[in-house]
């Protein structure tokens, strides 16, 4: 059974003074994610990423469409139970001490009164913040914040978690820690949906991305297959100060990097005379590895396309 | 169902779990320090009537005291009322509030409940206040001071109205236009029998306007017996439960209306 099915979810807002204006802020949406999985949802600023996550989150109602998560109609409460949300950019009732916070939300998401104490503690040492579990909410940082955030995301230990941009407002010792957490609930059999503009950190931890521009889809994938688009080029590292010329007759791409290092890119069919050209040139092979697209050429890609596709039909 | 046997849990204990927030975050935004603004009050004006009154000091102290909780009250009432929603949705503290097990009219009953148990602890407080100045002044209490009780019973039925109305503007407009409606709607209130009375006395098109204003209008006059327990009149029993049913009624339509509008609204 998906984890998360959206079918067909479509958001148009009434905009200006009368409300007559109609924007689209999402086209019809249909996307799966598999139990178990972490899901990367990429966008630029503005694509429609946000508007998703509240719809799923029943913070805005859809003008048409239907959502299922965990096999429920996704506004059932019992689903709530077993979901857990971090907003974008969070604000949280500053009046109150991390531990009242995540208590009072263990209150609400049903989290027995005997295992709550517990669990938050639990909660507040795994994202760093036990040490100030007693100062009021309105003398932390962003980055504190943040971690809040994801602390009463995952409070009631929920099967589906919906991260909106989880990395924002994290220095790069946090961003690090969130990759773990995220990773350790992927461990631990949750599916976890993270937007992010942040490429990097969906190449690392997602099993799929989807991308969306403008509030349409334009792509789905394992992230693997997206960026394993062998360009029919290798890429060489070996250890050394300079280019011999029986390297460059190859016709290869070279660069000094690092002071003693060379970085060559160089035609599949010509590797294995580079290799004979390095050994005869007695310099130390690092490494040999197939160039693919990464995440970000592919989107990169898919946003071009997408543009250019807008400006042919205008 | 998940590691820790997490339940959804009965509707009653969402709501009070919200009401209890919303009372503490107005204890914690100093919302009781009004309790000490009133005791000065009450206390300088019972010592300054003990000086230059007599045989009026009592009159003017239930006069002032009860006029004083009420105020105090409706202040309160509106202006944490306005906020109890738009602050919310502005802020985005709603957004890991709904996105849990809770329907958007717990959360507004919640919001209600918890001003309306702010009032009622406040009340209480400024209660003793009036019944120490009372004390003061008279040196003893007497079986008609009770009758503070139904004055104060009024004044808690009254600021229900007024939460709920706070609430309901508060579910659509901003902060400002919110206060602006709902003391509009109070300062017209306790003018809702003379509303009346015009009504009576117009006819045709004017008389129909007249009487429906009237009657939308809360009718906060009929709350107001400050003046006659002052007196020692004693207030009729069916006054009671009119005034009680009125004010249920009055309450449950405004809150019936704040969670239809909420229900429907997008939080952007």
């Given at each position: 059974m998906p984890a998360i099915e959206i079918l067909g979810l479509e958001k148009t807002y009434s905009v200006g003074f009368w409300r007559k204006r109609r924007k689209r802020a999402l086209y019809p949406l249909q996307l799966t994610v598999e139990d178990g999985e972490v899901f990367g949802f990429l966008g630029p600023n503005g694509a429609g990423k946000t508007t998703t996550l509240k719809l799923l989150m029943g913070l805005v109602f859809p003008t048409s469409g239907t959502a299922r998560i965990l096999g429920q109609e996704w506004t059932d409460p019992a689903v709530k139970a077993q979901i857990g949300f971090l907003p974008e950019q969070p604000y949280f009732?500053?009046?109150?001490?991390a531990h009242e916070l995540l208590n009072y939300y263990g209150q609400l998401s049903g989290v027995p009164a005997r295992q709550r104490s517990k669990r938050v503690e639990e909660v507040l040492h795994q994202v760093g913040l036990h040490d100030v579990k007693?100062?009021?909410?309105?003398?932390?940082?962003k980055g504190m914040l943040q971690r809040v955030g994801i602390a009463q995301a995952i409070l009631h230990d929920p099967q589906v978690v919906f991260l909106d941009e989880?990395?924002?407002?994290?220095?790069p010792m946090g961003r690090r820690e969130v990759r773990d957490l995220m990773e350790q609930l992927k461990h631990e059999g949750k599916t976890v949906f993270f937007s992010t503009h942040i490429l990097s950190d969906a190449e690392t931890l997602c099993d799929r991305v989807a991308i969306i521009h403008k509030g349409e889809l334009r792509g789905v994938g394992v992230v693997e297959d997206l960026t394993s688009?062998?360009?029919g080029k290798v890429e060489v590292i070996w250890q050394g100060t300079e280019i011999p010329a029986s390297v460059r007759a190859l016709g290869a791409d070279c660069h000094i990097s690092g002071g003693d290092r060379v970085r060559a890119i160089v035609a599949e069919n010509q590797q294995d005379a580079m290799i004979d050209a390095l050994r005869r040139e007695h310099q130390r092979l690092i490494s040999i590895t197939p160039v693919r697209t990464s995440l970000e050429a592919y989107f990169v890609e898919k946003l071009r396309h997408a543009e250019s596709t807008a400006a042919s039909t205008v | 169902m998940t590691n820790f046997g997490v339940k959804t849990l009965p509707m009653k204990s969402r709501i009070s779990h919200i009401a209890s927030n919303t009372f503490r975050e107005a204890v914690r935004d100093r919302v009781l320090y009004n309790l000490i603004a009133f005791a000065l009050l009450l206390s300088g004006a019972a010592i300054l009537v003990g000086q230059i009154s007599i045989e009026i000091e009592k009159l003017v102290v239930i006069n002032l005291g009860l006029t004083a909780v009420s105020l105090f009250g409706v202040v309160i009432a509106i202006f944490i009322g306005i906020g109890l929603v738009s602050k919310e949705i502005e802020k985005r503290t709603l957004y890991t509030v709904l996105s849990r097990p809770v329907r958007r009219w717990e959360f507004i009953i919640g919001k209600f409940s918890g001003l309306a148990g702010t009032l009622v602890v406040n009340t209480f407080f400024m209660a003793i206040g009036v019944f120490l100045a009372l004390l003061y002044v008279s040196h003893k209490f007497v079986?008609?001071?009770?009758?503070i009780f139904v004055a104060l019973y009024f004044i808690i039925l009254e600021f229900l109205i007024i939460c709920a109305l706070a609430l309901l503007f508060s579910s659509f407009s901003s902060p400002l236009l919110s206060a602006v409606f709902t003391f509009s709607l109070f300062v017209v209130g306790n003018f809702a029998q003379d509303l009346r009375n015009f009504a009576a006395m117009e006819h045709g098109i004017t008389r129909w306007l007249a009487t429906g204003a009237a009657y939308l209008v809360p009718n906060f006059s009929a709350f107001n017996v400050i003046t006659s327990i002052a007196h020692e009149q004693p207030v009729a029993g069916q006054l009671i439960v009119t005034n009680t049913f009125y004010a249920l009624f009055y309450a449950l339509m405004a809150l019936s209306g704040a969670v239809l509008i909420f229900e429907h609204r997008d939080l952007k």
């Open positions: 009732y500053d009046y109150l001490t007693g100062l009021q909410l309105r003398k932390f940082s989880p990395m924002s407002g994290l220095d688009t062998v360009q | 079986k008609a001071d009770s009758l």
